[in-house]
């Protein structure tokens, strides 16, 4: 021993001591923030065997707080002695420390998702998988390719929600990429397979997010999710994206989830205000390396397309030598024929459609073996298929674009098409076939010929790149074939007039010839084979049709809707989105025969840059365009992602602030007569003047309109004084549509949530509506027409003669008595209210211009269209909208003891819940325009025209999505409040 070594010992038991101290004291601290549920975590201490004990301390001083205080103590024990078999009885177990057994073996979850006992399903189900599996990486490929059949799971924005647990996701039979992670975790785990979570908040171009999973072999490697890439790893789509991370920037930076003490947290984007899942930043592990240089992309290019080769003859020798695809429930059975010398590149590729349709399978067959003959060709291949089904619509139907793709792959692999040289035709309802097929398949073709068909609702735009040769007899006039081909003669026309360089054409009106052309259109074949592939054009137009694709050229759209246009230029280092829906998710796919992948690329929306930077060259982008389209030649190595604004422009402003009233207790009773002479009245003040509707956007009224409030233990009391030189009523009939007439109306949503509120309508004649409105109308109502208010008191006074045009009368004057115990009915708000509650209410006054025609009153019309010009409509507190159905612009009514003359001011959850309802605006703004709710949104900024947000209120607020609902939630810094709206609109306060 050297003279230093008992120095050495003393302090290592110095080290030893202090450490088990620190740990005494994590877990007093862990105890501590469990509360009440203490015992439960202390007996899960207890029944772990003392061997392990250790194990079960650890979780506990590293569960998130929430854990602590409701996990029980079976859940903690059943996790920890799965976790401890799976560990110890994995082959690679000695190469698994304790440190990484506890980290990423260990953990019963890895995020927020619920916490389920997955433990004993996953582990018998996924142990034969891996029976045999040597090493931690194999048997994690091997569940990644083989659990999602196994549980039936697949990658969809249509979950539940983000963070499912696993039975959650096995249950819906959807998850997103969160969901998919956690359970391919979960899997990994249970098998002994260490296992982590990793993501990225927002990917350094804008465009999203993304989550996937790393495994431990001798060092962290990743893998998709649902993402295989066969048995390897450290291959994925995102590759490229992960590229650019930028590690020193919390927004663009990779993480994986720990369970060990760091000082940071995991970004959950759908659940951003949770700190309570520790991360580490892996950036450094992504972001070197992966860009591809020039040369290195053809490498990786060859490579690739050599193994995609490889496995395509391996799974489908047996399928194309038996001459029949089958995709789902369909067969298309094909036969071909070989033609002429194989010219270098490969050769061409004839699709030829038989006609025939809705006739019976016979005739269909018939036709089929017609056209194995109808052409003929000097060199490649004439393949022609058997529609799948014998229906009318042989070759529109999706499942066709499927099979024939497929078609098209193998006869790459099978026969060495050049897919630079694929050409498709089709006679009769295989013309049919031609006019719906090739604008949706346009980038899989070089030519098309349609011969004898009718188009149906197809639209020629998506043939700007696609040269299209279009013959019909002159005499076939069945389903005015000829006729419609005239007319796509001229469109075709104007189209390449309008567009130089597209929309190349050959339209032949064989005059003479009916429904068949005595060959004569077999000159489109030649004419066809003159031309080849331009899969990369400067220009694309990109109409969708009933049958929608993600991918068109060099774009794609993850989530293309039917019959939408997009338009896309590129010119060196610039793509220019000329044209696309709001809201358009659109990726683009780059190669350096596009532009120079070592420069900056731009890609604009008309004049405003959407991105410019490095696009990085990455085997992920080569090997997701190959799987796309199993193409040599339509593989990309660079792809950015963009967002088409939404012009939030037109967005209709709030108004703010919005009316407030001091409704006083009434100091004794109210007779409802209608003439407002009560005592009792005299203490209430007059609300403002009512405005229009829109505010000072519009002229003030013609006529004095005002209201008051009061109330009693029994009811809640209104009286309004409505100025009128001529008054006029002619409905008599209770819940008669009553603003078919000159009305007075009162609107009350007693909790302010915008939902279950009532409305009340009256005229000069004292006819009432009443009835109740589960929700506004913008978010789908309805309106309960049948509902009644028990008790009401209702009276009307006119100062005047109604519906009599000789006088001219001074107005008229209401009396409402409603009884809370009919309003209770709309609310979980205190009936009657206490003395300081609020509640939101407005009033409204619908005013007819009237003129005098015998001898009565009658609506002023409009004299070009005979109908009756809009109506005034006049309030209390303005909506700047024709549409009172919007409960969140109504006035503040706060209940007092007495009459006050202290204002009714806006509070700071008044204010916070304005600047949420504007971001629901802007929402809507993109539904309407896309079709969905965004999946995600950029951190909101505090709307310009609204009134400053109480700092006692965290914003910005959390956005949660799973594609058919959302939710955004606005809490307080220290306070227990949040503000909650949903999609439907209603707001909710929880203390």
């Known amino acids: 021993m050297t003279p230093h070594a008992p ?33 439960e975590l202390e007996a899960a201490l207890a029944g772990t065997p003392e061997a392990e004990r250790d194990h079960m301390r650890w979780l506990i001083t590293a569960m998130p707080t929430d854990d602590l205080t409701r996990l029980d ?3 903690l024990l059943e996790n920890h002695r799965h976790a401890v078999t799976a560990w110890r009885e994995a082959p690679w177990s000695e190469a698994i420390d304790t440190a990484l057994f506890r980290d990423a073996i260990l953990p019963y979850a890895s995020v927020s998702e619920r916490r389920d006992p997955w433990w004993a399903d996953l582990r018998a189900r996924c142990l034969p998988l891996v029976a045999d599996a040597t090493s931690p990486a194999e048997a994690a490929a ?15 924005t249509g979950r539940a929600k983000a963070d499912q647990s696993p039975f959650e996701s096995m249950e819906s039979g959807l998850a997103s990429c969160t969901g998919l992670s956690v359970l391919l975790i979960d899997a990994c785990r249970s098998v002994g397979v260490p296992a982590r979570f990793v993501g990225v908040p927002l990917w350094s171009d804008g465009s999203g997010n993304h989550s996937w999973v790393e495994i431990w072999d001798d060092g962290w490697h990743f893998t998709g999710a649902f993402e295989p890439s066969g048995m390897e790893l450290d291959r994925g789509w995102f590759e490229g994206k992960t590229a650019t991370a930028v590690e020193d920037d919390p927004r663009y930076a990779v993480y994986a989830v720990t369970w060990q003490d760091t000082p940071l947290s995991f970004p959950m984007v759908w659940r951003p205000e949770d700190t309570s899942v520790r991360a580490v930043n892996v950036t450094g592990r992504y972001a070197r390396g992966n860009a591809l240089g020039r040369a290195e992309a053809e490498v990786t290019r060859a490579a690739l397309w050599s193994a995609h080769v490889a496995q395509v003859r391996e ?18 059975p094909f036969h071909y024929s070989v033609h002429g010398v194989k010219p270098e590149g490969g050769r061409s590729l004839y699709i030829s459609m038989h006609g025939g349709g809705g006739a019976p399978a016979e005739v269909n067959d018939q036709q089929w073996e017609n056209q194995q003959t109808l052409y003929t060709i000097e060199e490649g291949v004439y393949l022609a298929p058997r529609a799948p089904t014998d229906t009318w619509n042989l070759w529109h139907q999706a499942h066709v674009d499927v099979l024939l793709d497929r078609l098209i792959r193998d006869l790459v692999v099978f026969e060495d098409v050049d897919p630079d040289r694929v050409y498709i035709t089709g006679y009769s309802a295989g013309g049919d076939g031609v006019f719906q097929l090739a604008p949706r398949l346009a980038d899989r073709l070089a030519a098309a010929a349609m011969m004898a068909g009718h188009p149906n609702e197809t639209k020629p735009d998506g043939l700007r790149n696609l040269p299209f040769a279009l013959h019909m007899g002159g005499e076939d006039d069945a389903y005015d074939r000829n006729r419609v081909a005239r007319e796509w003669e001229t469109m075709l026309d104007d189209l390449a007039a309008a567009d130089p360089g597209g929309y190349e054409h050959q339209v032949v009106i064989h005059q003479g010839k009916g429904h068949w052309m005595d060959h004569q259109d077999a000159v489109a074949l030649p004419w066809m084979a003159a031309h080849t592939r331009d899969l990369r054009p400067e220009r694309i137009v990109w109409l969708q049709d009933d049958v929608t694709h993600e991918r068109f050229y060099w774009l794609r759209n993850p989530a293309p809707r039917e019959r939408e246009r997009i338009v896309v230029e590129r010119r060196e280092q610039t793509i220019t989105i000329v044209e696309a829906p709001p809201g358009t998710r659109l990726e683009i796919l780059l190669d350096d025969a596009m532009c120079d992948l070592d420069r900056e690329v731009t890609v604009r929306w008309r004049d405003e840059v959407l991105f410019r930077g490095l696009v990085p060259r990455t085997e992920g982008a080569l090997a997701k365009t190959l799987a796309e389209r199993g193409d040599p030649r339509a593989m990309f190595c660079a792809e950015v992602a963009v967002t088409v604004p939404i012009d939030l422009a037109g967005i209709r402003p709030s108004p703010w602030p919005m009316q407030g009233y001091a409704c006083p207790r009434a100091s004794g009773d109210v007779v409802i007569d209608g003439r407002l002479d009560d005592p009792a009245w005299q203490d209430a003040p007059w609300t403002a003047p009512f405005v229009d509707i829109e505010g000072d956007r519009k002229p003030a009224p013609r006529h004095l309109t005002r209201a008051k409030m009061l109330w009693t233990d029994h009811e809640f009391l209104f009286a ?35 939902h279950m509120y009532s409305e009340l309508e009256l005229n000069a004649l004292n006819t009432v509506w009443d009835l109740l409105l589960v929700k506004p109308y913008r978010d789908g109502g309805p309106a309960v027409h049948a509902w009644d208010i028990p008790g009401l008191r209702t009276a009307v006074h006119l100062d005047g003669t109604v519906n009599d045009p000789s006088d001219t009368d001074q107005g008229w004057t209401v009396e409402i008595a409603i009884p809370w115990s009919v309003l209770v009915e709309t609310t979980g708000a205190a009936c009657p209210p206490v003395p300081g509650d609020r509640w939101r209410v407005n009033f409204s006054r619908v005013q007819w211009r009237l003129e005098v025609a015998d001898g009565g009153y009658r609506k002023v019309t409009d004299p070009e269209t005979g109908k009756p010009l809009p109506e005034d409509n006049w309030v209390w507190s303005p909506q700047r909208e024709i549409a009172m159905h919007e409960p969140e612009h109504w006035g503040i009514v706060e209940f007092r003891d ?18 949420l309802r504007r971001l629901t ?16 949104i950029d951190p909101p900024l505090l709307a310009p025209d609204g009134p400053p947000l109480d700092p006692a209120w965290a914003w910005p607020p959390v956005y949660a999505c799973n594609g058919a609902r959302y939710s955004l939630t606005l809490r307080q810094r220290e306070g227990t409040g949040v503000l909650t709206i949903y999609e439907d609109g209603r707001l909710v306060l929880s203390p």
């Open 898 to 915: 007495e009459a006050s003359e202290s204002a009714v001011e806006p509070t700071g959850e008044d204010a916070a819940a304005w600047h």
């Open 921 to 936: 605006y802007e929402l809507a703004a993109h539904r309407e325009a896309t079709g969905r709710w965004p999946a995600a």
């Open 73 to 75: 103590a079976a859940y």
């Open 315 to 332: 799974d489908r020798a047996d399928e194309f030598a038996a001459g029949e695809l089958v995709h789902g429930d369909w067969r298309m």
């Open 720 to 754: 309004a004084e409505l100025a009128e030189p001529h008054l006029w009523a002619t409905l008599t009939e209770r819940d008669a549509i009553i603003f078919h007439d000159n009305d007075f109306e009162v609107f009350i949503d007693p909790d302010g949530d915008s």
């Open 7 to 39: 120095l050495r010992c003393m302090t290592t038991l110095l080290l030893v001591l202090a450490a088990a101290s620190a740990g005494a004291t994590d877990l007093e601290s862990a105890l501590h923030r469990a509360g009440n549920n203490r015992a």
């Open 142 to 156: 091997r569940l990644n390719n083989a659990i999602w059949d196994e549980f039936d799971v697949k990658y969809s």
